[in-house]
């Protein structure tokens, strides 16, 4: 059974910087992509970032140039770090996880942007 575990979530200020990471388990192959979304309240669940299993990523247009994307095989660990967070980056960040046998989600982190 793959299992998606997120952490790194919490409160920030504005302009601060969190680092998200999402830990991999189970029987994991042949993995397609893998990624972030995020959820705020009242709101449809959106894309934030992703990365191919050859390392091709791609964001969202309101994250680029302060988010990145990594996997590292070796844990296997998916992270996502992300600068000058704003009130609207505020909500629930899913990571997830799409292979040839099945597409995995997480619980879900809550990030709260506020002052």
């Known amino acids: 059974q793959v299992q998606l575990v997120e952490s790194g979530g919490g409160l920030v200020q504005p302009g601060g910087s969190l680092r998200l990471s999402c830990v991999f388990s189970?029987?994991?192959?042949?993995?397609?992509?893998m990624g972030w979304y995020r959820q705020a309240p009242g709101k449809q669940r959106d894309l934030v970032a992703s990365i191919t299993w050859g390392g091709g990523t791609m964001y969202a247009d309101s994250v680029k140039g302060r988010s990145i994307i990594q996997f590292d095989n070796a844990k296997p660990t998916l992270d996502l770090q992300m600068n000058n967070l704003q009130s609207e980056d505020t909500a629930v960040y899913y990571c997830?996880?799409?292979?040839?046998?099945?597409?995995?989600w997480g619980q879900g982190t809550q990030v709260t942007v506020s002052s």
């Open positions: 189970g029987r994991i192959a042949s993995i397609n992509n």
């Open positions: 997830y996880l799409d292979t040839i046998w099945g597409h995995y």
